[in-house]
């Protein structure tokens, strides 16, 4: 998005826009200052503690986006496991793409509706990774059964703050009282006309106590000057100027204006004159500059020159180191396969060469001989026992024949 649609937007949403993402991570730093990401986040992958403004994104404020980005990825699986969902802890060297996506596939099974490309959270930092941090606080704080709740205000007491009175001074509203007091006293002595009256006929039938000469002082300047010092602290009337007094503010505002004025004007010299010889520093530099490109135009059309005839050679060296690659490879080949033909035949020669194939035939032959006449004798030994059978049968068959035809006993040997 280029910076004349991203201030349109803003625009659009409203002057206050601009300062939403810094109200968000302050919300966030509450949050997990609330989770304890120091000791079960940070202290594990030894990090520092997060400014107020980490993950907004500002001209003003240093960044590094790769470490914000990391940050961001460890702090996100942290508050997807605190909320009750199982999400591996992303390495440094993981695919961005991918991590991000998986992400935003957690936020959205929380409910959070995600209107914004996964690439909005790819640099680490602004309205965007604030946003998704601070929604997947509030799940983690669900699932922990933490909730905010209104702040109770104690009730304001009217009564006035008791100050320590210093012997030495009398306090604005004790002077107040006293001159009270004193109104009240002239008040009183005002309405008792009559009891003046009759004190004033009194001392009339009384014989007079006045001096008859003028009182003179026999106290010395010195014990004098002495009781005035020491009488005179208590004189002294001070009022005491309240901090929260508006006019005092105001007081200060004009001041610290006058100040500012006051460093702007001094100031503003000093800049003019560093803007005037930085305006003069690049005049000369720019001048140097057309002087040096001038005087090595002919150089650099030399440079561009052979800067192409290097590009063409390479490209030439490319295309015959890949000839040569192939028919290196053709050649491994067809070594591989010369050098199995030589085994093959090198082993059928050997074994021509060689009589021990003879000398083994040989031997089988002779080891068959033996074994044919060993063969010839067991048939005729069981030959010659087959004919003891048949004979042997032959005799028996013929023993029950015999057997079998007794002659019948005279009939009349016994009649």
Known sequence: ??????????????????????????????????????????????????SRHYFVSSPFLA??????????????????????????????????NATVSNILTELRAFGVKVDFPPSKLKSGSGEHVCFVLDRLAEE?????????????????NTEEESVMEDDAELTFSKVEVETIEEADEDEETMMDLEALKLRTTHTEAEPSSKPDEILESTMEAAEWN??????????????????KDWRIHLGQMHQHRDGIQSSLTEAKSYLDKLQEDIGKTLEKVSSR?????????????????????????KDHYQQASGGVMERTRVLAEISEELEK?????????????????????KQSLTK????????????????????????????????????TTIPEPAAGLFA
Do not use: C
Request: charged fraction near 30%.
């Open 1 to 50: 998005m280029s910076e004349e649609a991203r201030r349109g937007e803003d625009a659009d949403r409203g002057p206050g826009s601009v300062h939403q993402a810094f109200v968000v991570m302050e919300n966030l730093l509450e949050k997990l200052k609330v989770l304890n990401y120091e000791e079960e986040l940070l202290s594990k992958h030894n990090m520092k503690s997060l």
């Open 63 to 96: 960044s590094n986006s790769g470490e914000q980005f990391y940050m961001f990825t460890i702090m996100a699986a942290w508050l997807i496991n605190i909320a009750g969902r199982a999400f591996a802890e992303p390495q440094e060297y993981d695919e961005p």
């Open 140 to 156: 983690a704080l669900k699932k922990r059964g933490f909730t905010f709740r209104r702040p109770s205000y104690p009730t304001e």
């Open 226 to 243: 002495l009781e005035v010092e020491r009488v005179l602290p208590l004189l002294k009337v001070t009022i005491r100027t309240d901090n």
């Open 289 to 313: 500059e057309k002087y040096i490109n001038n005087q090595l135009e002919l150089l650099i059309q030399e440079y561009r020159s052979a800067q192409a005839q290097l590009s063409e050679a």
């Open 341 to 361: 033909v030589k085994q093959e035949m090198e082993s059928k020669g050997s074994s021509m060469s060689d009589r021990a194939s003879v000398v083994k035939v």
């Open 368 to 403: 068959l001989k033996q074994e044919v006449d060993q063969m010839d004798v067991r048939i005729s030994l069981i030959q010659h026992k087959l004919q003891q059978a048949n004979l042997k049968e032959k005799s028996n068959m013929t023993r029950d024949m015999h057997a």
